[in-house]
C-alpha cells in the first residue's frame, strides 16, 4: 500500500458508507468483537441500522486490510471464536473527517431550509 | 440452520474464510439465537437475510470486488487486493459466466434442453443403477471371477444348471485338480422354532468347507467347516445377520438354541449383513451330515457344487477336466449317468440367473432415449446457432480465433449438459425407486441396488459425453463457417438448409420406432401369455402350503393322519365346496421328477431313463381344480390300497411315451430299479396338461401319485374351492390348522389367481417399463420433428412469402413443407423398421409366440407412429400457408 501523510490518507478514503462509518463510531470509544459491534450499533440506532454477519466482515477485513482498525487480545475465558476490535489512531482520524464532513453537509441542508434547526 | 450456514461458507475465497469464517460463525449462532425468542418465524427471516447476504459476500470476494452495498469501501484499500490471480481459471470462468447469460437469456430453450436431459439421464441412470447393481457388481466374496457353480444337464431334461447326487459331488472333488476348493450346497425350508414362534425358513446345507470355497468370514463366532460336516455331530448353525437381528434382536445370538426341523440347534456364527449366499433369501446354513452310504447315492438330484478356480486354470480347461472325469463317472456307473454332462457356470452367471436379458433390454432401451434426447437438443441447438451466425461472424471479424469461440460454444452445451445432468440424477433417484418397486419380487440382488458412486460417475461421463455429442457439431459449425457471408447477409438469415438436421429428425425418427416396436413385440408377447390357458381354473381356489416338521412327524402314518384330519375339517368350513392337497401347486414351480420307468418297455442298464416330474394328491385334486380327465378315469379314495396302485399322468407324458396309441393300462414305477418311490402301478387314466413352472413353458409333464401311495409325503399345498373371494378363507383355514397342531406353521397363503399372475409379473414388468421409455422416445421424436419444421418455416419466411405474392396458393404452399417433412418421417420409419427386424432377434428369447419381425406389430406401431408425426408436420405446414406476403416483404 502506498504511504501516504495519515491526513491525506483519511482525506482519501471519504465519504464512508453507513456500516463503515458506524463501526468505527463504535470501536471510538472501547474495544469489541463482532456480535457486539451489531448490537451497539442497532441499539444507537434504535435498529434503523442492522448489520448482517455477511455486511460486518466485509467491512472489518477492508477496515482491517487499510489499518483502521486493529485485532486486539482478550481474556482467555472468552468465547475462543470471538476477536476484539480496536480502532487505531488512522481510524479515529478518519471518523473525526467524516463526522466533519456529514456535518458541513448538515449546514448546507440547514440553509436550504431542508430541515430545521441552527445553520 | 447452523450447518447450512457453515456450508455456505465454503463459497466464500479460502483466505476470508481461514480469517473469518469460524467468527462469522458465531456471530449467526448469537444472532439466530436473540431471533428465535421473538419466534420461529422471526428466526428463520434472519437465517434467510443473512444466507442472502453471505451468497453476495462470497459472490464479490471471489471476483475481487465489493458488492455495491460495501463498493465505497473499496477506496479503504486501494489498490484493490484480488483473491485471484489465475489467467487460465479466470477465463475458462469467463466462458462459464457467459455460457450461463445466455442460457437466463434464452429460457425456452434451455429449459427444453434441460428437461430432456433430466428425463433422458433419469431414466438411464434408474437403469444403470439396476443392471450394476445386479448384473456387473461383485459379489461380496473375495476374486468372486474365480468362484463356479457346478450342476450336471441330462440330455432330454431342462436345460440350465441341473443339481448333480452327492455320489458325482464326491466325485468330482477327489478327481478334479483345476480347483483350489470345492464344496456343495443344496436349498432346504424346514420350520424354525424359539419360543412360541414357528415360521417356515429358506437354508442352506453346507456340504464340506462351504465357507472356505466363498473366503468369507463370521461378523460373530465362526464359520463352518469341513470339520464340521460328519455325522453324527451336535446340532450346529451360522446364522445370516438380518435373521438374527429378527429372531434375537440386539441379544448375543452365538451360543443361543433353535429348533429347525424339530431339531435342536446351537447357533454357532453369524454372518456380516452383505454375506448372501445362493441368494439373500437364504438365512441359515446348517452341516449336510450325509450318512456314508448316502455319499454314494447316484439318483438323487438335489445338490449343486460350488468351486473356487486356481488362479491358472481358465474356465475352459476347467470345463474340459469336468468332462474327463465325467466320462470316468459314466463309465462307472452307465445307468445313472449315462446322458449326463458336467456344467460350469460362473458364480455370478448362476445368481443372476435368467435377469440378464431383460435388464440389458431395458439399458439398451434408455441408451436409445438418451440417443434421442441428444438428437433433439444438438437440433435445438443448431436451431439456436444459425440465429447467432451473424453475433459469431461479428466477434470473429474483431479478432477473436475460431479455437476460442469453438471453446465458447462448446462450454455453453457442456453447461447445460451438467445442469442437465444434476437434475437427471435427481430423476433417477426418483425413478429407482419406482422402478424396484415396479420390478418382478423375485429380481435377483435387487436388495443391494443404490445409486452409488460408481453409477453417479458412470452418469456424470455420460452427461458430459452427451454435452461434447450435441455441442460440437453446432459449435464446429459457428465458429468455421463462412462468416463472412453472415455479416454481408444482414439481420435476414439465409434459408440455407442444412443437412445434418434432416439426418438428426431422420435419427430420431428410426430410433423411436425400434423402441416402440420393441415395446409392442413384448405387448403382443404379454397379451400372447395372458391368453395361455394354465390348464386349471384358478378363480375361485384359495391355496396354502403346510410343512410338517419331519423329526416330530417321522412316521409316515402320522404324516397321512394330519394331513387327511386337516382336509376333513377343512372340508366342512362353510363355504368351502372341496378341499384337496398336492405336493406341488401348478406354476409354482417344477416341483420334484423321477425317473419315469415303462415295465413293458425296459431300458438296457447302460441307458438312463428319462426324468418326469410327479405330485402327490389327493384324489379330488383333479375335481378341485378343474383339470379334465380326457382318458381312463381320475383318482379315487380306494386308489393306494394294497393291491390298488395306480397313477394318473398327464396328456403330455402318454404323448411322449406312448405316442399314438392308449397309456391307459400300462404299468410303470418311479425311481432307479433297486430305489422306487412306490412298486410298480397302472395308468389308470389320462388328464389334461397342467401349466408346472411358468405359462411360457413348452411342455407339461406329470405323473400324479395317489396319497395314499407315497403316505410320507411330509408337506403339501392345500387348495379349496370356494364361491366366495378365496382370501377370506384365509383366517378359517388357519384357525383349523392351528387346532390340529399349533406346532405346524402355515405359509405362502395366497389365492391360485394370484400364482399365475405372479409369474406374469416379469413380462409385465418389461412391457410397462419399455412402453414408458418408447413414450417418452415417440414424444421426443414427434417434438424433434415438430421444432425443425417449425424453424424451418420461420427461416422461409421470405421464400414463402414471395412464393404467395406470385401467386402460389396456400395448398401448394403447405405441400411444400409437408413434403419435406413427410420424407424425412418416411426415411427414418424405414429404417426403423429395418434396424428393430435386426435388433429383435436379440431379445427374441423374451418373445413368446411372436416372431421378431411380427408383420401386424410392425404395421401397428408404424401407422401410430405415422399418426403423431403427421401431426407434427401439419402444424408448422399450416403455420406456412399463414404468412403474410406483405407484412414479411416490408420487413426486408
Redesign the interface.
Same mark, same amino acid.
Given at each position: 500500500m502506498p504511504d501516504y501523510p495519515r491526513r491525506d490518507r483519511a482525506e482519501r478514503l471519504l465519504p464512508l458508507t453507513e456500516p463503515v462509518f458506524h463501526i468505527l463510531l463504535s470501536l471510538s470509544d472501547q474495544d469489541l468483537h463482532g456480535y457486539a459491534i451489531i448490537q451497539d450499533i442497532r441499539a444507537r440506532t434504535g435498529g434503523d441500522v442492522d448489520l448482517t454477519a455477511s455486511t460486518l466482515y466485509a467491512a472489518i477485513k477492508r477496515l482491517l486490510e487499510g489499518q483502521l482498525i486493529k485485532e486486539v487480545r482478550r481474556a482467555a475465558a472468552d468465547d475462543p471464536r470471538r476477536r476484539y476490535y480496536q480502532i487505531t489512531a488512522l481510524g479515529l482520524e478518519v471518523a473525526r473527517r467524516e463526522t466533519a464532513r456529514l456535518e458541513r453537509t448538515l449546514r448546507l441542508a440547514r440553509q436550504k431550509r431542508l430541515i430545521s434547526g441552527k445553520a | 440452520m447452523m450447518r447450512i450456514y457453515r456450508l455456505a461458507l465454503f463459497l466464500l475465497p479460502r483466505a476470508?474464510r481461514e #480469517?473469518?469464517g469460524?467468527?462469522?460463525?458465531?456471530?449467526?449462532e448469537?444472532?439466530i439465537v436473540e431471533e428465535r425468542q421473538k419466534g420461529r418465524r422471526a428466526a428463520a427471516r434472519a437465517a434467510q437475510?443473512?444466507l442472502a447476504?453471505?451468497l453476495?459476500?462470497a459472490w464479490?470476494?471471489r471476483r475481487g470486488r465489493?458488492?455495491r452495498?460495501?463498493r465505497?469501501?473499496? #477506496?479503504?484499500?486501494?489498490p484493490t487486493?484480488a483473491e485471484r490471480s489465475h489467467p487460465m481459471r479466470d477465463l475458462l470462468f469467463q466462458d462459464v459466466r457467459y455460457a450461463a447469460r445466455l442460457l437466463v437469456r434464452t429460457p425456452g430453450v434451455t429449459a427444453a434442453c434441460v428437461v430432456t436431459m433430466a428425463m433422458a439421464i433419469g431414466a438411464n441412470t434408474a437403469v444403470f443403477s439396476l443392471v450394476h447393481g445386479v448384473l456387473l457388481r461383485p459379489l461380496p466374496f473375495p476374486n468372486e471371477d474365480r468362484l463356479v457353480v457346478l450342476g450336471q444337464y441330462t440330455a432330454g431334461d431342462e436345460v440350465g444348471v441341473s443339481s448333480t447326487t452327492p455320489g458325482n459331488f464326491f466325485d468330482w472333488q477327489a478327481r478334479t485338480t483345476a480347483f483350489e476348493a470345492m464344496a456343495a450346497f443344496a436349498s432346504t425350508q424346514r420350520i424354525v422354532e424359539r419360543g412360541d414362534r414357528a415360521e417356515r425358513v429358506l437354508g442352506a446345507l453346507s456340504v464340506g468347507s462351504l465357507f472356505e470355497v466363498l473366503q468369507r468370514t463370521a461378523a460373530e463366532g465362526r464359520v463352518l467347516t469341513a470339520a464340521d460336516d460328519v455325522a453324527g455331530g451336535p446340532g450346529i448353525v451360522v446364522l445370516a445377520g438380518g435373521f438374527a437381528r429378527q429372531w434375537f434382536g440386539d441379544a448375543q445370538a452365538v451360543g443361543q438354541l433353535l429348533r429347525i426341523g424339530g431339531v435342536p440347534y446351537t447357533v454357532v456364527g453369524v454372518m456380516p449383513a452383505d454375506f448372501a449366499f445362493p441368494d439373500y433369501d437364504t438365512q441359515y446354513w446348517i452341516p449336510a451330515r450325509f450318512d456314508a452310504e448316502f455319499r454314494q447315492n447316484r439318483d438323487q438330484f438335489f445338490l449343486r457344487g460350488v468351486a473356487r478356480r486356481s488362479s491358472g486354470a481358465d474356465l475352459d480347461q476347467v470345463l474340459a477336466q469336468m468332462h474327463g472325469v465325467m466320462d470316468g463317472i459314466r463309465r462307472e456307473h452307465p445307468q445313472a449317468t449315462a446322458n449326463a454332462t458336467a456344467t460350469v457356470v460362473p458364480l455370478r452367471m448362476f445368481v443372476v440367473d435368467d435377469a440378464g436379458p431383460r435388464l440389458w433390454m431395458l439399458l439398451g432401451g434408455v441408451v436409445l432415449v438418451l440417443v434421442i434426447a441428444c438428437a433433439n437438443i444438438a437440433n435445438l441447438l443448431l436451431a439456436r446457432s444459425t440465429i447467432r451466425r451473424r453475433e459469431m461472424a461479428v466477434r470473429q471479424a474483431l479478432g477473436a480465433r475460431s479455437t476460442r469461440l469453438f471453446r465458447q460454444m462448446l462450454t455453453e452445451s457442456l453447461l447445460l449438459a451438467a445442469i442437465g445432468g444434476a437434475a437427471g440424477i435427481a430423476v433417477g433417484h426418483v425413478l429407482l425407486s419406482a422402478l424396484l418397486g415396479w420390478m418382478p419380487t423375485d429380481l435377483p440382488r435387487a436388495e443391494g441396488v443404490s445409486l452409488d458412486a460408481m453409477v453417479l460417475g458412470v452418469t456424470a461421463l455420460v452427461a458430459l459425453a452427451c454435452g461434447v455429442a450435441f455441442g460440437t457439431w453446432p459449435a464446429l459449425q459457428l465458429s468455421h463457417g463462412q462468416m463472412t457471408d453472415a455479416v454481408r447477409s444482414g439481420a435476414r438469415e439465409t434459408g440455407r438448409r442444412d443437412p445434418v438436421r434432416s439426418v438428426l429428425v431422420v435419427v430420431q425418427v428410426a430410433l423411436s420406432l425400434t423402441l416402440l416396436a420393441g415395446a409392442g413385440l413384448l405387448t403382443r408377447s404379454l397379451t400372447n401369455l395372458m391368453d395361455v390357458r394354465p390348464g386349471f381354473e384358478p378363480a375361485g381356489v384359495l391355496s396354502f402350503t403346510v410343512s410338517l416338521p419331519t423329526a416330530v412327524y417321522r412316521e409316515p402314518d402320522a404324516r397321512y393322519a394330519f394331513f387327511t384330519r386337516a382336509l376333513d375339517r377343512l372340508q366342512a368350513l362353510p363355504g368351502v365346496m372341496s378341499a384337496d392337497a398336492s405336493s406341488t401347486l401348478p406354476v409354482a414351480g417344477r416341483g420334484v421328477g423321477a425317473w419315469f420307468n415303462q415295465l413293458d418297455r425296459p431300458l438296457p442298464p447302460t441307458q438312463t431313463p428319462p426324468a418326469v416330474p410327479y405330485r402327490v394328491i389327493t384324489p379330488g385334486y383333479f375335481t378341485t381344480l378343474g383339470i379334465p380327465v380326457l382318458e381312463g378315469r381320475g383318482l379315487t379314495e380306494e386308489d393306494g390300497l394294497p393291491g390298488r396302485r395306480a397313477v394318473v399322468i398327464s396328456q403330455a407324458v402318454a404323448r411322449r411315451f406312448w405316442p399314438g396309441e392308449s397309456a391307459v393300462g400300462a404299468s410303470i414305477y418311479l425311481g432307479a430299479p433297486d430305489n422306487r418311490l412306490f412298486p410298480d402301478a397302472e395308468i389308470v387314466g389320462v388328464v389334461g396338461d397342467v401349466k408346472q413352472t411358468a405359462l411360457d413353458e413348452a411342455t407339461s409333464e406329470a405323473v400324479y401319485i395317489p396319497h395314499r401311495l407315497m403316505a410320507g409325503w411330509p408337506s403339501m399345498s392345500f387348495v379349496l374351492r370356494t364361491p366366495i373371494e378365496p382370501t377370506s378363507l384365509a383366517t378359517a383355514a388357519r384357525t383349523v390348522l392351528r387346532e390340529i397342531d399349533p406346532a405346524v406353521p402355515v405359509h405362502d397363503v395366497r389365492a391360485a389367481q394370484e400364482i399365475v399372475d405372479r409369474s406374469l409379473s416379469p413380462a409385465r414388468s418389461s412391457v410397462y417399463l419399455l412402453g414408458l421409455f418408447a413414450v417418452m422416445a415417440l414424444t421426443l421424436a414427434v417434438i424433434g420433428v415438430f421444432g425443425v419444421l417449425s424453424f424451418l418455416v420461420a427461416q422461409r419466411r421470405a421464400e414463402l412469402a414471395i412464393r404467395v405474392a406470385i401467386g402460389a396458393s396456400s395448398r401448394a404452399v403447405q405441400w411444400l413443407v409437408l413434403r419435406q417433412g413427410l420424407r424425412q418421417v418416411g426415411i427414418g420409419l424405414a429404417l426403423g423398421l429395418l434396424l428393430t427386424v435386426a435388433l429383435a432377434r436379440s431379445f427374441e428369447s423374451l418373445l413368446f409366440n411372436v416372431a421378431p419381425a411380427d408383420p401386424l406389430t410392425l404395421t401397428a406401431v408404424s401407422l401410430l407412429f405415422a399418426a403423431a408425426a403427421a401431426l407434427a408436420v401439419w402444424i408448422p405446414s399450416r403455420r406456412a400457408t399463414r404468412v403474410d406476403p406483405s407484412a414479411v416483404l416490408r420487413e426486408g
Amino acid at each position: 500500500m502506498p504511504d501516504y501523510p495519515r491526513r491525506d490518507r483519511a482525506e482519501r478514503l471519504l465519504p464512508l458508507t453507513e456500516p463503515v462509518f458506524h463501526i468505527l463510531l463504535s470501536l471510538s470509544d472501547q474495544d469489541l468483537h463482532g456480535y457486539a459491534i451489531i448490537q451497539d450499533i442497532r441499539a444507537r440506532t434504535g435498529g434503523d441500522v442492522d448489520l448482517t454477519a455477511s455486511t460486518l466482515y466485509a467491512a472489518i477485513k477492508r477496515l482491517l486490510e487499510g489499518q483502521l482498525i486493529k485485532e486486539v487480545r482478550r481474556a482467555a475465558a472468552d468465547d475462543p471464536r470471538r476477536r476484539y476490535y480496536q480502532i487505531t489512531a488512522l481510524g479515529l482520524e478518519v471518523a473525526r473527517r467524516e463526522t466533519a464532513r456529514l456535518e458541513r453537509t448538515l449546514r448546507l441542508a440547514r440553509q436550504k431550509r431542508l430541515i430545521s434547526g441552527k445553520a | 440452520m447452523m450447518r447450512i450456514y457453515r456450508l455456505a461458507l465454503f463459497l466464500l475465497p479460502r483466505a476470508v474464510r481461514e #480469517r473469518h469464517g469460524a467468527e462469522m460463525a458465531a456471530v449467526f449462532e448469537q444472532l439466530i439465537v436473540e431471533e428465535r425468542q421473538k419466534g420461529r418465524r422471526a428466526a428463520a427471516r434472519a437465517a434467510q437475510r443473512e444466507l442472502a447476504s453471505l451468497l453476495c459476500f462470497a459472490w464479490h470476494a471471489r471476483r475481487g470486488r465489493l458488492p455495491r452495498a460495501h463498493r465505497d469501501e473499496s #477506496r479503504l484499500t486501494w489498490p484493490t487486493t484480488a483473491e485471484r490471480s489465475h489467467p487460465m481459471r479466470d477465463l475458462l470462468f469467463q466462458d462459464v459466466r457467459y455460457a450461463a447469460r445466455l442460457l437466463v437469456r434464452t429460457p425456452g430453450v434451455t429449459a427444453a434442453c434441460v428437461v430432456t436431459m433430466a428425463m433422458a439421464i433419469g431414466a438411464n441412470t434408474a437403469v444403470f443403477s439396476l443392471v450394476h447393481g445386479v448384473l456387473l457388481r461383485p459379489l461380496p466374496f473375495p476374486n468372486e471371477d474365480r468362484l463356479v457353480v457346478l450342476g450336471q444337464y441330462t440330455a432330454g431334461d431342462e436345460v440350465g444348471v441341473s443339481s448333480t447326487t452327492p455320489g458325482n459331488f464326491f466325485d468330482w472333488q477327489a478327481r478334479t485338480t483345476a480347483f483350489e476348493a470345492m464344496a456343495a450346497f443344496a436349498s432346504t425350508q424346514r420350520i424354525v422354532e424359539r419360543g412360541d414362534r414357528a415360521e417356515r425358513v429358506l437354508g442352506a446345507l453346507s456340504v464340506g468347507s462351504l465357507f472356505e470355497v466363498l473366503q468369507r468370514t463370521a461378523a460373530e463366532g465362526r464359520v463352518l467347516t469341513a470339520a464340521d460336516d460328519v455325522a453324527g455331530g451336535p446340532g450346529i448353525v451360522v446364522l445370516a445377520g438380518g435373521f438374527a437381528r429378527q429372531w434375537f434382536g440386539d441379544a448375543q445370538a452365538v451360543g443361543q438354541l433353535l429348533r429347525i426341523g424339530g431339531v435342536p440347534y446351537t447357533v454357532v456364527g453369524v454372518m456380516p449383513a452383505d454375506f448372501a449366499f445362493p441368494d439373500y433369501d437364504t438365512q441359515y446354513w446348517i452341516p449336510a451330515r450325509f450318512d456314508a452310504e448316502f455319499r454314494q447315492n447316484r439318483d438323487q438330484f438335489f445338490l449343486r457344487g460350488v468351486a473356487r478356480r486356481s488362479s491358472g486354470a481358465d474356465l475352459d480347461q476347467v470345463l474340459a477336466q469336468m468332462h474327463g472325469v465325467m466320462d470316468g463317472i459314466r463309465r462307472e456307473h452307465p445307468q445313472a449317468t449315462a446322458n449326463a454332462t458336467a456344467t460350469v457356470v460362473p458364480l455370478r452367471m448362476f445368481v443372476v440367473d435368467d435377469a440378464g436379458p431383460r435388464l440389458w433390454m431395458l439399458l439398451g432401451g434408455v441408451v436409445l432415449v438418451l440417443v434421442i434426447a441428444c438428437a433433439n437438443i444438438a437440433n435445438l441447438l443448431l436451431a439456436r446457432s444459425t440465429i447467432r451466425r451473424r453475433e459469431m461472424a461479428v466477434r470473429q471479424a474483431l479478432g477473436a480465433r475460431s479455437t476460442r469461440l469453438f471453446r465458447q460454444m462448446l462450454t455453453e452445451s457442456l453447461l447445460l449438459a451438467a445442469i442437465g445432468g444434476a437434475a437427471g440424477i435427481a430423476v433417477g433417484h426418483v425413478l429407482l425407486s419406482a422402478l424396484l418397486g415396479w420390478m418382478p419380487t423375485d429380481l435377483p440382488r435387487a436388495e443391494g441396488v443404490s445409486l452409488d458412486a460408481m453409477v453417479l460417475g458412470v452418469t456424470a461421463l455420460v452427461a458430459l459425453a452427451c454435452g461434447v455429442a450435441f455441442g460440437t457439431w453446432p459449435a464446429l459449425q459457428l465458429s468455421h463457417g463462412q462468416m463472412t457471408d453472415a455479416v454481408r447477409s444482414g439481420a435476414r438469415e439465409t434459408g440455407r438448409r442444412d443437412p445434418v438436421r434432416s439426418v438428426l429428425v431422420v435419427v430420431q425418427v428410426a430410433l423411436s420406432l425400434t423402441l416402440l416396436a420393441g415395446a409392442g413385440l413384448l405387448t403382443r408377447s404379454l397379451t400372447n401369455l395372458m391368453d395361455v390357458r394354465p390348464g386349471f381354473e384358478p378363480a375361485g381356489v384359495l391355496s396354502f402350503t403346510v410343512s410338517l416338521p419331519t423329526a416330530v412327524y417321522r412316521e409316515p402314518d402320522a404324516r397321512y393322519a394330519f394331513f387327511t384330519r386337516a382336509l376333513d375339517r377343512l372340508q366342512a368350513l362353510p363355504g368351502v365346496m372341496s378341499a384337496d392337497a398336492s405336493s406341488t401347486l401348478p406354476v409354482a414351480g417344477r416341483g420334484v421328477g423321477a425317473w419315469f420307468n415303462q415295465l413293458d418297455r425296459p431300458l438296457p442298464p447302460t441307458q438312463t431313463p428319462p426324468a418326469v416330474p410327479y405330485r402327490v394328491i389327493t384324489p379330488g385334486y383333479f375335481t378341485t381344480l378343474g383339470i379334465p380327465v380326457l382318458e381312463g378315469r381320475g383318482l379315487t379314495e380306494e386308489d393306494g390300497l394294497p393291491g390298488r396302485r395306480a397313477v394318473v399322468i398327464s396328456q403330455a407324458v402318454a404323448r411322449r411315451f406312448w405316442p399314438g396309441e392308449s397309456a391307459v393300462g400300462a404299468s410303470i414305477y418311479l425311481g432307479a430299479p433297486d430305489n422306487r418311490l412306490f412298486p410298480d402301478a397302472e395308468i389308470v387314466g389320462v388328464v389334461g396338461d397342467v401349466k408346472q413352472t411358468a405359462l411360457d413353458e413348452a411342455t407339461s409333464e406329470a405323473v400324479y401319485i395317489p396319497h395314499r401311495l407315497m403316505a410320507g409325503w411330509p408337506s403339501m399345498s392345500f387348495v379349496l374351492r370356494t364361491p366366495i373371494e378365496p382370501t377370506s378363507l384365509a383366517t378359517a383355514a388357519r384357525t383349523v390348522l392351528r387346532e390340529i397342531d399349533p406346532a405346524v406353521p402355515v405359509h405362502d397363503v395366497r389365492a391360485a389367481q394370484e400364482i399365475v399372475d405372479r409369474s406374469l409379473s416379469p413380462a409385465r414388468s418389461s412391457v410397462y417399463l419399455l412402453g414408458l421409455f418408447a413414450v417418452m422416445a415417440l414424444t421426443l421424436a414427434v417434438i424433434g420433428v415438430f421444432g425443425v419444421l417449425s424453424f424451418l418455416v420461420a427461416q422461409r419466411r421470405a421464400e414463402l412469402a414471395i412464393r404467395v405474392a406470385i401467386g402460389a396458393s396456400s395448398r401448394a404452399v403447405q405441400w411444400l413443407v409437408l413434403r419435406q417433412g413427410l420424407r424425412q418421417v418416411g426415411i427414418g420409419l424405414a429404417l426403423g423398421l429395418l434396424l428393430t427386424v435386426a435388433l429383435a432377434r436379440s431379445f427374441e428369447s423374451l418373445l413368446f409366440n411372436v416372431a421378431p419381425a411380427d408383420p401386424l406389430t410392425l404395421t401397428a406401431v408404424s401407422l401410430l407412429f405415422a399418426a403423431a408425426a403427421a401431426l407434427a408436420v401439419w402444424i408448422p405446414s399450416r403455420r406456412a400457408t399463414r404468412v403474410d406476403p406483405s407484412a414479411v416483404l416490408r420487413e426486408g
